[in-house]
């Protein structure tokens, strides 16, 4: 079927056709981005500025806390122990971990107390790992919310690492129990455990931000993650004795490795956490000559440098999150 001919007005331009946008209000040559300016118009997903950005995250912290809570309580909802699987599943996997690294392979010499050294370990480090784990797919697992309610993207990642802790926390109280029946005593060193857990905190909040980034545009990395994290896991010193490893390659002439090992942050906040727990690891340390003001710095400058570069690095993408 051929197509009717298209009808002109008198002076030449066809009829039925849509007028250009820069001639409906009678300004000849003004573009759509100055009628909206003019008009007071914005677009709804623009990026705002990073001080009213970080201004709204704030105003969203009990919307953060009450996602936060309600995700905890609906992970174990179908099981029948619910909730104690928080608990658990670390504790079987320290019992794995006891059975190969501490049993068969004898990585407990020189550890006096190698049950609390390595649920320490686990628990400290399990918290990063399902802090990392959770980030990746914190935006693409809501979708529906992101394309549905205006709120900074942020708050998303954030409450994901605020679950976690939630769980954390009360691993750490079944940590302090299991400290306790190994033979250990408090000390004031325990008064440490809150700042070790506010620098490990910044620091999973950051890296679950650049991963949450990286996770929203690119599904493939949860996939990755698991061999990352468990691969990040074995250099960590869950299992080993970091100051043994790092005075075997400096007799090696292989210092450089030792150096990487200890600034790890993975190792860095475990660690932490353990000079601040067992009294016997720090005894355990003097042969080595302890540096305990240059690990506390470790954890700072990985705080710091993870929180701000993952905040920054995420909101740059503030307008892209739930698109396509």
Known sequence: MSHPERLSSPGGEPVGTITDPSHMNGRVGESLAEFAKRHGLTRSAARPPLRRYVQELWQRRTFIWAFASAKTASTYSASRLGQLWQVLTPLLNAAVYYLIFGVLLQTNRGIDNFTAYLITGVFVFTFTQRSLTAGAKSVGNNLSLIRALHFPRASLPFAYVIMELQQLLISMFVLLVIVLATGEMPTLHWLLIVPVLLLQLLFNVGISLAIARAGAFVRDIQQLLPFITRTWLYFSGVFFFIPKMVHRFEKDGHAWIGHILEANPGA????????????????????????????????VLWAVIAFAGGFWYFYRAEERYGRG
């Open 268 to 299: 860095v906040y475990i660690e932490l956490m353990r000079t601040s727990l067992i009294s016997s690891f720090r005894h355990n340390l003097v042969p080595y000559d302890p540096n305990y003001a240059r690990l506390w710095l470790y954890a």
